[in-house]
């Protein structure tokens, strides 16, 4: 064991709840509120809200699902649209699998790691793994993902049978408070490179949905990735030379 990094099953355990219930078991509240909101006036039954919730596990796919299905366009379209809205977690799980399979030997619980991987948990964990004993990351991974999970279920049922007592504006808020958590916690997390990469997608966000609105995600991360990795890293170049 690694001297003053946390370890043991209590211990862990503990700490992996603290953090959830700390920020971000909330942000995944409120934010599913939204959701569940948006699946009722879409017409979904509350179970199929839910299982969107589980089984998409990524807002921006939830979303293209219930909109395509409101516009009357068949499971085709919507498995596409969901897949292509959260093709950003591949990277995000290729990453991040190595950092939680110490011990793993076989294929099913990596099949659940990456199951139950979302932006907060992948933000959250990579902040709390310096601190966790390697052995007991995969632990601490899970009782943090599955605990932000059920505060999502709770938070789509809520917001399902709340439909129509909240505002409008209020509904459209709680789905935007997710993305907006993750880019703070990110921030605080990154090197230079990271976090010009958020300035910089701030700054091309609005240019990018001016002129090509169909695209505006894909350029704005390209653009503003590209200049925040490439100025970021030659300015930590500078710095330590």
Not at 90 to 108: D, E, H, I, N
Not at 141 to 155: P, Q, W
Not at 161 to 178: E, K, W
């Amino acid at each position: 064991m690694s001297q003053g990094l946390l370890s043991g099953r209590r211990a862990v355990f503990r700490r992996a709840i603290l953090d959830s219930l700390s920020l971000p078991a909330f942000i995944l509240l409120t934010t599913m509120m939204g959701f569940g909101s948006l699946a009722r006036v879409s017409g979904f039954e509350p179970s199929m809200a839910v299982a969107a919730t589980v089984l998409i596990w990524g807002l921006p796919g939830q979303l293209a699902m219930v909109d395509l299905t409101a516009a009357g366009h068949g499971i085709v379209s919507a498995v596409v649209a969901c897949s292509l809205a959260n093709a950003r977690f591949l990277p995000m799980v290729v990453s991040f699998l190595p950092t939680v399979s110490r011990g793993v030997s076989r294929p099913w619980p990596l099949l659940v790691y990456a199951q139950l991987l979302s932006i907060n948990s992948w933000a959250m964990c990579l902040k709390a793994f310096p601190g966790v004993e390697p052995n007991w990351r995969g632990f601490y991974y899970t009782v943090f993902a599955s605990s932000i999970l059920g505060a999502a279920v709770a938070g789509t049922l809520l917001g399902y049978h709340a439909s129509g007592v909240m505002p409008a504006p209020m509904v459209l808020g709680f789905v935007f408070l997710s993305p907006l958590f993750f880019a703070l916690v990110l921030s605080a997390v990154s090197g230079l490179p990271g976090r010009l990469s958020l300035v910089f997608g701030c700054a091309v966000m609005g240019v990018a949905n001016s002129l090509v609105p169909q695209m505006d995600l894909v350029v704005t991360g390209l653009v503003g990735g590209t200049l925040g990795f490439v100025i970021g890293r030659r300015l930590s170049q500078r710095a330590a030379s």
